[in-house]
């Protein structure tokens, strides 16, 4: 499965959201790491400038998390396909006028893929986007939970 993931995950990972989102985030990605699924990110979008800037952080644990995101998931083909823009056709009207201009490349980002789901941490991207069936957006929280689940059942 061909996942888009909004910044959360670096927000979360950085320990912005505070402990309980981190230790659920490095387990995405531990889990992500051991099935066939993969990211896809854009290659100059806000989402790989955050991901390269989270590199810098002086705090030791943060420095080991980034590692975990970069050596494990985004340098290996078999865990994240990163996207040229110039590659990618432009987004379609309909879905670019309810989606907020800093978002867009997320959208981008899922068609140029193509992924699977969008998953996201914003209820309003979500909303924006829930009536129209060419984006399958989940909320992080609920993928995360079944995400889980599945890797248990497994």
């Given at each position: 499965?061909?996942?888009?993931?909004?910044?959360?995950?670096?927000?979360?990972?950085?320990?912005?959201?505070?402990?309980?989102?981190?230790?659920?985030?490095?387990?995405?990605?531990?889990?992500?790491v051991e099935k066939c699924d993969r990211i896809v990110v854009l290659q100059t979008s806000a989402w790989m400038r955050k991901a390269y800037r989270m590199m810098k952080q002086t705090d030791p644990l943060i420095r080991e998390l980034s590692r975990l995101l970069h050596q494990e998931v985004l340098r290996n083909p078999?865990?994240?396909?990163?996207?040229?823009?110039?590659?990618?056709?432009?987004?379609?009207?309909?879905?670019?006028?309810?989606?907020?201009?800093?978002?867009?490349?997320?959208?981008?980002?899922?068609?140029?893929?193509?992924?699977?789901?969008?998953?996201?941490?914003?209820?309003?991207?979500?909303?924006?986007?829930?009536?129209?069936?060419?984006?399958?957006?989940?909320?992080?929280?609920?993928?995360?939970?079944?995400?889980?689940?599945?890797?248990?059942?497994?």
């Amino acid at each position: 499965m061909d996942l888009v993931l909004n910044e959360w995950i670096i927000h979360d990972l950085s320990g912005e959201n505070g402990p309980r989102r981190q230790d659920e985030a490095v387990r995405f990605l531990e889990v992500l790491v051991e099935k066939c699924d993969r990211i896809v990110v854009l290659q100059t979008s806000a989402w790989m400038r955050k991901a390269y800037r989270m590199m810098k952080q002086t705090d030791p644990l943060i420095r080991e998390l980034s590692r975990l995101l970069h050596q494990e998931v985004l340098r290996n083909p078999q865990k994240s396909r990163v996207l040229n823009p110039s590659e990618i056709p432009p987004i379609p009207q309909i879905l670019l006028d309810p989606v907020p201009e800093d978002d867009r490349y997320l959208i981008q980002t899922y068609l140029g893929g193509p992924a699977d789901v969008l998953v996201t941490g914003d209820e309003r991207l979500r909303n924006a986007l829930s009536d129209k069936p060419d984006i399958r957006i989940r909320l992080r929280d609920d993928f995360l939970r079944e995400y889980f689940r599945e890797m248990s059942q497994d």
